[in-house]
Each structure stands twice: as C-alpha cells, then as structure tokens.
C-alpha cells in the first residue's frame, strides 16, 4: 500500500448496452489533492463511466475502489455528484432541497444548515433560500445544485459539464471554488467536452473516445508529446543558417519554423539574438487539447 | 439515520403539506359536521304544521257512498251533480273530483276529474280513495278490525338469518348497503391517492432530474421502499381520519337522527378494512410505481396506468350487485383477483357474505402479488429511472427487467 491512497481506482470496467460496448475496458486512478479531467466527444461514455463510479449502474466487468473501498453506502456519503442531467425539486425551497440532500448523505441538520448558508453566501445566494427552486433563474438553479454537491464536504467531487449554461462571472466563481476543493487535498472529476476549460484547470485527464480510454496522464506530458518540434516567431527579418532548421512557413503575422528534433527551442533563440534579430515573440508550439482532441478522434476513426 | 427512513420522513412530510391531501383529507368530516348541522339547523327552525287536508269531489250514482268521507288527510265532499264539482274544482275549492257510476259494483270503474297535468293520480291518492271505497263497501259487513286487515293486509318485516340458523347482526337496509359500499368508497379513494402520490413524486423526481442526484446517495431500493412506506403512512393518517369521522358520525347521528339509528360499524370491519386498505395500497404503489418510472414525463406514465386502474374500478360497476348477493360467482371471482380484491372484500366483509376461507386465499392471493409486482417495480425502477427518450415497447422492458 502506498502512502497516499488513491481516492479512485479503477481496473479494466467495461460496460455494454443492446450489445454495443459503451465503456471498453476502461482503467485509471486519481490521487487527493488532483483535478482530473474526463474528456471526449459526446457518447463517448464518460457519463456512463462516472456513473458507474456512482453506483447508480454495475459494470459488466472490471473493478472499482472509492476512498480505498468497493463502493457502498459509507463511502457515498463521502462523495459529490453534479450529473449533467440534474435539478432541484420545485416545490421545494433552497434550503429545504439541501437540507434534505445533506440528510441523504447522513450530515447532521445543524451542520448542514450552517455549512448551506455559508456557501450560500459564497455564491450570492444567500438572499434566496427561502424561494422556491421555481423562482430562480436557471443560472441560480445551477448554483444551488453545485452547493448541493460540496455541502456535505466530500472528499471525491465529480463534475459533469459543470458550466453548460453559466453565464462568465459565475463560471470564473465555480473555477475559483473548485480549485479551492483541490488546494484542500479533495479529488475532482470533471467531465467535459469544453478543451479550454480542462486546460485551465485539470492536471491529469482521461481521454475516452467510443469507450475506449485513447489518451491518459498528466496534462504537461500528453502535450509535450504532441508537441511538433516547431516554434512561432515573429520579428523584422529571417537570417539564414539558423541552427537545426527544416523548414519554414510563413503565417499572415508570424513564421513558423520547423525544427530536425535535436535541437532545443533555447539555442534556436539564443542563434536569432547574437544574429542581431530584433524578436517580436518566440513560442514554443504546443498544440491545444483542442487539436489535440481532434487529432486523435481522427486517428481513431 | 437510516436512510430509507430518511426518505419516508420528507415523503410523509411534503404529503402532509400538499394542500390537494389536506383538502381531500378534511373534506370529509367538514362534510359530516355540515350535514349534521344542517339537519339540526332544519329540525330547529322548521315544525311542519299539521298537515293540510286535501278536499276531493265526488259523485255518487250508486247511493252506497255516504259515510266514512273524512280519511286520513283527505275530505270527500259529496256533490249532487256534476256541474257544482266542475265549478268547485275550476274555483280550487277542491283538488279532483270522481265520478261513482251506477254500474260500479260490476264494472269497478271510476272516472277521475283533474286540473293537474298529470294524470296518473299518486299512490298516495289513490290509497285515500281505495280506503274511502272500502271503508263504505264493507261498513257493517266485517268487524273493524278486518276492515284495517283489508286496507292494509301485508307490513312485511323481513328477518335475515346467518348460516347458523341464528339472527343476523345487521339488519337493516342502511346499514347492509349503504355502510359496506361507502366504507369500500372511502378506502378505495385513499388508497388511489396514495399511490397516485406516489406516482407523482416518482415522475417529478425524474422530471426534474433529481433522481440521478439521489441515487448517487441512495440506492434505487431505498428509494422506493422510503416513497412507498412514506406516502403509504400518509394514507393511514387520511384513513384514520376518516374512520374516526365516520365512527364520532355514527355516534351522533344515532341520537339526532331517528332514520340512522340502527347504523353501526363494527370493530372488525375496520380492522379488515386497515388490512386491506394496506394490501391494497402496497399492490397499486409498486404497480404506480413502476409505471411512473418507465415514463419520462407524468402524462407518459398515465397512460400506462390506465392498464390496472380500469380493472380496479370493476368493483363499483358491481357494487349493488356484490353487496346484494355476495355469495355469487362473480363477486367470488372478484374477490381473488388482486386488482379487485381489497375492495370487493371489503364490500362483502360489510355485508358479512364472506367465508373465512376466502378471506384468507384472498390475503395469501394478494400477498403474492405484492410481493411479485414489488420485485417487477424494483427492476423496473432501477432499470428506467435514468433513461428518457423513447417510450420502451413492453418486450423491451421485460428484456430489461431479465438483464438487470
């Protein structure tokens, strides 16, 4: 056993529906104190996956740990869940619905309700929650969903597209609060088709295209290797004998330089300054996860 | 805390506040305390006077007529001819008048003269004159006591006997139809409340898309054991107030109005009926809730329920017909198939026209309905909960249900 204990562990789960594998042999775990990405293109079986995680479907095959455990009741009390598919109950009002939710993971009222008004008052809700769910805007109803989901300060968190339909100031305050569950030691999921975000946020990420897990470490690493040995420049003239250069194409503003592979990126700038070029910019090209992404649906089809 | 017992408390809870509940609830002893208010507020304000006397005409060919002219609430006034009992019946002076022929030993006929459009006379007049007749035809024939005999031969008292031979609890017609189809009414209500509660709070739940929310807290299991026993424990208080109504309503009535005051509910009646009325209750909410869960929306799922909600109402077509021969095939029929059997039971425990044997192959017949469509319910329900979209065709939800 390891010092740190994963807080997911999975080992090869598939999961097959009307005979179609919609997990295949899926594996990965994720550490405390992680943002872990769930990427891939819509039906891809990431919901599928996480709900598996859940317990609300039995895989086919394969295991799952939680918390160091195969799930069961104990442990979902330590576990959040923000399905894509979610709401509140009408009828209720906003600190009736958590107050109930907190119940069902066995949190103490009293508790609960001081810890509902004071992440209340961190999204500004503060001043609803005697309304009705019925009264507020669809934006708000997220809100209150996303306190439903830490309010009982679970220790694995999963998101599921967690900022379809936030408006930019409540996106960047749902960004702030779940970095903030990360610097407090919790494990996050976060499952997504928005690259951007994942790249903000996530330090690992699990690729998942038709069930099948096609790309999974660590953000840096999975980028460095789709890095394509060329460099963005932009400056006032393009000396020759440039060190390890293949080729090069110019761009409406900018020049792209290809690299052999052997050479790094610093002497190729280091060459350009004592050539007395005046550099504009110099970056190193990564690709996006976007591209990234796109790069690899392509190479599965 | 358990949370099966979790979700039994809100779903008790948020029950007892839905305002349809309260009303349905309420409705009834309001109803009873309005009714025994009126029929006090009209016994105090309104004494009927004595009761008018009619005046009716006649004339009389036969000459045989001449006595007995004052009846019961009626004066026969004798007019010697035709014309005077014309203008005293244009005048009102008397309500119809009637024409004794000559011939009327032989022939019986009497012609009857009328302003009122209907010309069919009531029993009631009729029976005036009938005794008015009879009264002059037999005066010094028989003795006065026959002549009573002759008017009214026949008050029939009817006295039902059980299979022992010995005299049957309840006798009287209030309390042998009106009690077991009203008792059979009330449970019949609540228990499709109940489970139509709970139909609505598995729909609206899925609706909303709570459910997913939920079950990453609790299994679909407790879910489902949690809404049924809540809404079901709900039910029980309605009944409980509705039985503590009906019997506080017997009690009075007895005493303000003479008509009720045979009516009595036995102790044992309601306790069958609390037998099934949970019997009952526990069938229709894993039927409810299965189907609620199979529809994305509620107006889906109502369809679906149509299926053993039309078979459950079969016993009040039959109502009359089960209260009054009990011991018939088709009440016997209805009484073991599940759909029907709490309420035709309980229809004829009131009426005591059920064996001790088929109350017990009816309980062993419904418990293993409910336990089978509770087992169904739970797949069905851990199976649908999560999928919206198309409607699944029955093959596919009983493939479902074998693969979960």
Redesign the interface.
């Known amino acids: 056993m390891r010092a740190i204990m994963n807080t997911v562990e999975t080992f090869q789960i598939s999961k097959s529906f009307k005979g179609i594998k919609v997990v295949d042999n899926v594996s990965f775990s994720i550490g405390p104190g992680e943002i872990f990405g769930m990427v891939g293109p819509n039906g891809a079986g990431k919901t599928t996956t996480i709900?598996m995680l859940?317990?609300?479907?039995k895989p086919d095959s394969g295991e799952i740990k939680i918390l160091g455990e195969p799930i069961n009741?104990a442990i979902?009390?330590r576990?959040g869940?923000?399905?894509e598919?979610?709401?509140?109950?009408?009828?209720?009002t906003v600190s009736e619905s958590l107050s109930?939710?907190a119940?069902?993971?066995?949190m103490r009222r009293r508790l609960a309700r001081e810890r509902a008004e004071e992440l209340l008052k961190r999204v500004n809700m503060l001043p609803h929650k005697d309304k009705k769910t019925d009264e507020l805007s669809h934006g708000m109803g997220q809100l209150i969903?996303f306190v439903?989901t830490i309010l009982h300060n679970p220790e694995l968190v999963v998101f599921d597209e967690p900022f379809a339909a936030l408006d930019p100031v409540n996106t960047q305050l749902l960004k702030e609060l779940i970095l903030e569950l990360r610097s407090q030691g919790k494990s996050v999921i976060l499952s997504t088709h928005m690259m951007n975000q994942v790249e903000e946020l996530c330090d690992r990420i699990l690729m998942i295209n038709k069930g099948q897990a096609v790309l999974y470490g660590s953000l840096a690493e999975i980028k460095s290797r789709y890095r394509n040995n060329s460099v963005f420049l932009e400056c006032d003239r393009l000396p020759e004998g440039l060190p390890g250069m293949v080729g090069s194409k110019s761009h409406l503003k900018y020049i792209e330089l290809f690299l052999d592979g052997r050479t790094s990126p610093q002497e190729v700038l280091s060459a350009l300054i004592s050539k007395g070029v005046t550099v504009g910019r110099f970056e190193v090209s990564t690709p996006s996860l976007n591209e990234i992404f796109i790069q690899v649906v392509k190479e599965g089809r | 805390m358990n949370k099966t017992f979790i979700i039994l408390k809100h779903e008790f809870r948020q029950t007892l506040k839905n305002k349809s509940f309260i009303i349905l609830t309420l409705a009834l002893p309001l109803l009873a305390i309005l009714g025994l208010g009126i029929y006090q507020g009209v016994q105090h304000w309104y004494h009927p006077g004595a009761p008018q006397e009619v005046r009716i005409g006649y004339l009389d060919r036969t000459g045989m007529f001449g006595s007995y002219t004052s009846q019961p609430g009626v004066l026969f006034v004798l007019y010697p001819d035709e014309e005077q009992a014309k203008d005293a019946l244009l005048a009102k002076d008397i309500k119809e008048y009637f024409v004794i022929p000559s011939d009327y030993l032989s022939s019986g006929l009497i012609t009857r003269y009328t302003t009122s459009r209907d010309v069919e006379p009531s029993k009631k007049i009729t029976g005036q004159i009938t005794d008015f007749l009879l009264s002059n035809l037999l005066a010094g024939e028989v003795s006065p006591q026959v002549m009573e005999r002759v008017k009214t031969p026949l008050l029939l008292a009817s006295v039902r006997l059980d299979e022992t031979g010995e005299i049957a609890s309840s006798q009287d017609v209030v309390s042998s139809f009106v009690v077991p189809i009203v008792f059979a009414l009330l449970f019949m209500i609540s228990i499709f409340f109940a489970s139509g509660f709970l139909f609505q709070s598995v729909t609206e739940e899925k609706e909303n898309r709570v459910i997913e929310i939920l079950l990453s807290s609790v299994s679909s299991r407790q879910l489902l054991v949690g809404k049924v026993l809540g809404l079901g424990a709900a039910g029980l208080i309605q009944v409980a107030v509705w039985l503590i109504t009906v019997i506080v309503f017997s009690q009075v009535a007895q005493g303000i109005i003479p008509a009720l005051s045979d009516l009595s509910i036995p102790a044992s009646l309601i306790g069958w009926g609390l037998v099934y009325f949970i019997l009952g209750y526990l069938l229709f909410a894993a039927l409810y809730a299965g189907v609620g869960s199979i529809g994305a929306t509620a107006r889906e799922g109502q369809g679906w329920s149509t299926i053993f909600v039309l078979p459950a109402i079969l016993p009040y077509y039959f109502s009359y017909f089960i209260v009054s021969s009990p011991e018939s095939a088709v009440s016997r029929a209805l009484t073991f198939f599940p759909l029907t059997s709490p309420i035709t039971s309980m229809m004829r425990l009131a009426t005591h026209g059920i064996s001790a044997w088929e109350i017990a192959l009816s309980l062993v017949i419904l418990a293993g309905s409910i336990a089978l469509t509770m087992w169904f319910a739970a797949k069905i329900f851990r199976v649908f909960l999560l999928m919206y979209g198309k409607r699944p065709a029955l093959r596919e939800i009983i493939r479902y249900v074998r693969e979960a």
């Open positions: 709900r859940m317990d609300i479907i009741e979902k009390n576990i869940y923000l399905p598919e979610r709401g509140l109950y009408r009828k209720l109930y939710l119940a069902l993971k066995n969903q439903a």
